[in-house]
């Protein structure tokens, strides 16, 4: 396609759509976009761009004709712009499509998938080949730290990319990764998520036997192989392996992964430990994340880059230097000895490492956890016995009303009343307060120096992030005036 078309995003506030606009952009092309509503991080990162984005969906935003719409996959029939694109027979594709052939063709792509850790491993494998000088190109679904941004694009042969096993577009029904067509692939996990679209874990698992079908022989696979908290890994990962026809290299807990860990020490600001290979010492590692899962985040992008003839010395020196993504163990505030921290919750399995990183990192500390039921698969009950396992590992638990809840069908539906109780069975403190504001004013004035707050949602949350911490500060400046005034009539 040639630079200087227009190129206009549906859905460009998704995390990987406002990448590919930012990518776009870069490019050449001119840029537009329309979503029904943005929030941080994505649409502070799209102003930085000056990619204007219209709010809300509307045909007119069509009426300068684009020369390409790129539809989001959140984006289906009934979309006002779709059905005037589809009317008006503008071209149009989905973003996998376009991003394979504007960016990763002719390129060596390295895919990070998995259910868990994909963003988290994709940013620390971009790091490690950005320090090492090897100039890579990547896509991440989330703001890296390191870099301010989701994406990149390097000089080098190298296209680092998040492979998301979601569906593509409405027209396009296949695993988004499919369309990637990777040299190697980290494949951190296989685990049954995505409930709108995916029917049971065989459906999982058949998306990615076919990611594992596309490797080269020439290619490789690094994949974890051991215990994801209570459930063991590798039954799902070795029926996807099953298909390979390339090297795999194995790192985790098993007695036959490759690569693993010895010597894990947690302090208040640094995760150390050592990595064998081959039950050899191979480098001793630091970085100042929390949570175990991190550390094999870290090992599985050790062991690819070490794969790709980065030296251990670089891999040490850029994991000590990584910072992580945000919405990932993010400090959002901390106001009077209270910590508020935001994670992407999406998944039990996810929730539960975010409460064990919390409990490691924070010593003592009351937890709370704050739950917006809001991914496909949480607003649905299929996992809510281990929604209730992971949740009751805090000492506070509070759950929201479930996000659209009218979306799902009421068979489908997470029962809250069924969950609180389910957490109160594993000795778990659980309440629902369906509305932000009401959980706000309700739980403010409970809180005390020293606690931790967990934020669980992959979405906007109705603005809890700023108006929890702005109640903590109006409550501490009550406080502050009532003590003056008590010290004045003394005096």
């Known amino acids: 396609m040639g630079e200087n078309k227009r190129i206009h995003l549906i859905g460009i506030c998704g ?8 990518m776009l952009k870069r490019r050449g092309f001119r840029v537009t976009g329309s979503d029904a509503a943005a929030y941080p991080p994505m649409s502070d990162f799209l102003a930085d761009l000056e990619i204007p984005v219209a709010q809300p969906f509307d045909a007119h935003n069509l009426d300068s004709r684009p020369d390409l719409v790129v539809v989001g996959n959140a984006i289906s029939r009934g979309n006002p712009e779709l059905e005037h694109l589809l009317d008006q027979r503008i071209p149009f594709c989905s973003l996998p499509q376009l991003l394979h052939d504007e960016f990763l063709r002719g390129k060596e792509v390295l895919v990070v998938a998995g259910t868990h850790g ?3 491993t994709t940013s620390m494998l971009a790091w490690i080949f950005h320090t090492a000088g090897m100039q890579p190109s990547f896509l991440i679904g989330g703001i890296a730290e390191n870099f301010g941004s989701s994406f990149h694009l390097g000089q080098g042969k190298h296209f680092i990319i998040e492979g998301d096993e979601y569906d593509t577009a409405f027209f396009d029904k296949g695993a988004k990764f499919l369309h990637y067509f990777p040299d190697a692939v980290i494949l951190t996990s296989v685990e049954f998520d995505h409930a709108d679209i995916y029917k049971d874990l065989d459906a999982v698992e058949t998306a990615f036997k076919r990611l594992v079908n596309l490797i080269p022989r020439r290619g490789r696979i690094i994949a974890f192989d051991g215990m994801v908290g ?3 890994e590798s039954a799902s990962l070795e029926r996807c392996l099953s298909k390979s026809f390339c090297p795999v290299e194995r790192y985790g807990s098993s007695a036959k992964a490759q690569w693993q860990i010895a010597n894990l020490k947690f302090a208040a600001d640094q995760t150390s430990w050592s990595v064998l ?3 050899q010492p191979w480098a001793d590692l630091e970085f ?7 550390v094999w985040n870290a090992t599985a992008a050790a062991a ?12 040490a020196a850029a994991l000590k230097t990584f910072k992580s993504v945000k919405r990932r163990l993010e400090i959002k505030a901390q106001v009077n000895g209270i910590t508020i921290i935001d ?3 999406h998944h039990p399995t996810a929730i539960a490492g975010t409460l064990k990183a919390l409990r490691a990192r924070y010593a003592g500390a009351r937890l709370w956890a704050i739950l917006e039921p809001r991914s496909n698969t949480l607003r649905r009950r299929v996992l809510q016995a281990e929604l209730a396992r992971s949740l009751a590992l805090a000492d506070e638990v509070i759950v929201a009303g479930v996000f659209r809840s009218e979306a799902v069908p009421v068979n489908e539906r997470l029962e809250l009343p069924e969950l609180a109780r389910d957490i109160q069975r594993q000795g778990g403190r659980a309440r629902l307060i369906a509305d932000v504001d009401e959980i706000v004013q309700s739980i403010a004035s409970e809180m005390r120096s020293g606690d931790v707050v967990a934020i669980l949602s992959n979405g906007g949350f109705g603005g809890i992030y700023e108006k929890l911490p702005a109640r903590l500060r109006a409550l501490a400046g009550e406080a502050e005036r009532g003590n003056s005034a008590n010290a004045a009539g003394k005096r």
């Not at 995390?15 to 930012?22: F, N």
């Not at 070490?306 to 891999?315: H, L, N, P, R, V």
């Open 277 to 279: 290979h081959d039950r």
């Open 230 to 232: 209570e459930v063991a």
């Open 288 to 294: 100042p994340l929390a949570g175990e899962y991190n």
């Open 118 to 120: 994909k963003t988290t």
């Open 15 to 22: 995390t990987a759509m406002a990448s590919l606009a930012g």
């Open 343 to 345: 994670d992407f919750a």
């Open 304 to 315: 690819m880059a070490a794969a790709y003839g980065i030296s251990k010395q670089e891999i």
